[in-house]
């Protein structure tokens, strides 16, 4: 039996109830809570398949992987923290898990949608400060339907697609951004360019993956392209966005607000401004962390380690 070693299981069963027998039914699993590079470089000799959640696996450490090591396995979609190029090199497949966590993050991101289009995060921080004019006076804080406003999508892929199929039963038009324009059949999703979705949108929802071109994406020149009136909302990776470009239209007034389940650096700064800003609803990266999203995560990886063991790897991003 192939051995195998999860190198920061915690990042993933930090509740510790995620049953991991799909994997230790088909390998010798080892699980670790998380690892140092130098417990990594220790916990790695004489394995075949080693499991990363996020971790940074840099060509320095993979350079010195021993001959054993044949695959890392990426615990999520977004694979940025590892060195594919250095893992080539060195004969090393690696794979990710695209689609875990569709529903969950889709689900997240709507919830920013209905959450910024009715204040409530502002209305319960009022509440908390003592202060209850909404009750006593008139609502003080935007409120707003969603139906046939405008909601623009960078990146069509499972999530982005989830997330139109939620906002299209929500009555609201769909403009779509990708590198490769697509067709839509339905007549009120249309694909354009990212200066007019921008332009357009009364929410901007991220989707894409986190690369060289993408980071980024989202700067002081395309935020000030967007409507006073508009949100963003980012659930992919928190260098999407240059933070402190956003910090700043925020500030300023040239949007309207934001919601972040991803910001850069993660954890943020205890300092950071965007905790202090009503406007802004910050989540801790939770997108993918139900628990149901979560142990699809195990079924899944365990697929794609029996696939590599029978020699029929999936998911190969390498």
């Not at 009022?126 to 406003?149: A, C, I, R, W």
């Not at 402190?244 to 949007?255: N, P, Y």
């Not at 009503?278 to 195990?298: A, D």
Request: charge should be neutral.
């Amino acid at each position: 039996m192939q051995k195998t070693v999860f190198l920061n299981a915690a990042k993933v069963d930090f509740d510790k109830k995620l049953d991991f027998s799909p994997i230790s039914n088909i390998t010798m699993l080892t699980r670790y809570d998380d690892s140092s590079n130098e417990e990594i470089l220790e916990r790695v000799k004489d394995r075949t398949i080693v499991i990363t959640k996020e971790l940074p696996v840099g060509r320095d450490l993979i350079e010195r992987f021993p001959s054993s090591v044949k695959l890392i396995a990426e615990a999520g979609t977004g694979y940025n923290n590892i060195d594919i190029i250095a893992a080539k090199e060195k004969g090393i497949a690696v794979c990710n898990i695209p689609g875990y966590s569709t529903e969950a993050v889709a689900q997240l991101a709507i919830a920013f949608i209905l959450n910024l289009s009715s204040s409530l995060h502002r209305q319960q921080v009022m509440v908390k400060q003592g202060d209850y004019s909404n009750f006593t006076k008139h609502l003080q804080v935007p409120h707003f339907e969603v139906q046939y406003k405008t909601l623009g999508i960078i990146g069509s892929g499972s999530i982005g697609q989830q997330v139109m199929k939620v906002a299209r039963a929500l009555g609201m038009n769909i403009l779509v951004y990708n590198r490769a324009p697509k067709t839509w059949e339905d007549p009120e999703v249309r694909s354009v360019s990212l200066e007019e979705l921008l332009k357009e949108s009364d929410y901007v929802s991220l989707h894409c993956p986190l690369t060289a071109d993408t980071r980024h994406l989202i700067n002081k020149e395309r935020l000030n392209l967007m409507k006073p009136s508009a949100y963003i909302i980012n659930t992919s990776r928190g260098p999407l966005i240059k933070e402190s470009d956003l910090i700043e239209a925020l500030q300023t007034g040239k949007i309207a607000g934001a919601g972040l389940d991803v910001q850069d650096p993660e954890p943020p700064e205890l300092n950071n401004p965007l905790f202090a800003m009503e406007k802004v609803i910050l989540t801790p990266h939770i997108g993918w962390k139900c628990l149901e999203s979560r142990q699809r995560l195990i079924q899944l990886l365990a697929g794609n380690i029996e696939a590599f063991i029978q020699g029929k790897a999936i998911n190969v991003v390498s």
